[in-house]
């Protein structure tokens, strides 16, 4: 079924304008100038605007999205090159998409949820044949066991919105990243029990943000504010996060042939997410403390 992208395309393409009209003013001029020998039929805006599309419809696989469901929107794009082409187009919008996420971070607001997942680039029988992302991917392990590719961390506010986000190599410990992630953010921030760490904590709370984590069974029973108490059993907010990433958008399948196209196709699906109008959100009228 055709949708409306007339929104989404506007967004985009204001964007791209703006990022290239700066581009052009900090740009260093270059004493012998080399012009692209083949230029492409669509702008950045337009493989931008169709990579976003792809998060958004029915399709699970972005080769037959191209070929089949993407041939409803031949007016919209009507330069649309060969599915090869624009594959080979798609690492020119790279630096759109790091920019454009981070422009779309939302503010904390006092509350937030830190969790990290594993995104496999391989199935486990591959591990040692896999040469697209050597040197990129490391082997780490979970709870379901081995895998090879990245660890996906991120920051989530009380609505569901993305704060910040890194991309790791899946052997990095969660707890390395959390001193980079939160700078300038200050409140409660709730994480599970592999981030306790009391030097963490207290660099984190001289800072201005304290890290409320549960205890694990060899340890002393601490004492919790209860409204603290009761956001840190609402820790599932960050796990329907990364359902929703993984079983909606796919951000995670291991067909990759490109790094390039595989940070690509992380971000998009980031952003794609940051997008959507309606994210799990939590009701907490009920847990502030009366003043």
């Not at 696989?61 to 041939?71: C, G, I």
């Not at 504010?225 to 796919?250: C, I």
């Not at 291991?254 to 390039?260: A, D, K």
């Amino acid at each position: 079924m055709k949708k409306d992208i007339t929104n989404l395309f506007y967004c985009i393409y204001n964007f791209a304008k703006g990022m290239e009209e700066e581009i052009k003013l900090h740009a260093l001029s270059s004493p012998t100038k080399r012009f692209p020998t083949r230029t492409p039929g669509l702008h950045e805006s337009e493989i931008m605007t169709i990579i976003l599309m792809f998060h958004e419809s029915p399709c699970r696989n972005f080769k037959f999205f191209y070929k089949s469901y993407l041939q409803l929107y031949k007016t919209e794009f009507p330069l649309m090159p060969t599915y090869e082409r624009f594959v080979s187009l798609m690492p020119r919008v790279l630096h759109f998409f790091v920019i454009l996420l981070h422009v779309l971070f939302s503010p904390m607001g006092g509350i937030g949820y830190i969790d990290a997942t594993p995104l496999a680039v391989c199935h486990p029988k591959r591990i040692r044949r896999n040469k697209v992302f050597r040197g990129l991917a490391e082997l780490g392990k979970t709870t379901k066991g081995w895998f090879f590719g990245w660890k996906l961390h991120i920051i989530i506010n009380e609505k569901g919105s993305l704060v910040r986000v890194k991309l790791t190599p899946g052997n990095v410990d969660d707890r390395v990243v959390v001193d980079q992630m939160t700078q300038g953010l200050q409140g409660l921030l709730f994480a599970d029990k592999g981030y306790i760490c009391k030097k963490l904590f207290l660099r984190l709370y001289k800072r201005g943000l304290k890290l409320v984590t549960g205890i694990k069974k060899n340890m002393k029973n601490q004492m919790v504010l209860l409204h603290e108490k009761l956001f840190l059993r609402k820790r599932s907010l960050v796990e329907t996060v990364f359902d929703y990433l993984k079983n909606k958008f796919q951000i995670e399948h291991t067909r990759h042939r490109s790094p390039l196209n595989a940070f690509i196709h992380v971000l998009s699906t980031l952003i794609a997410y940051q997008l959507k109008p309606s994210k799990p959100s939590l009701i907490y009228d009920f847990a502030l403390p009366n003043p």
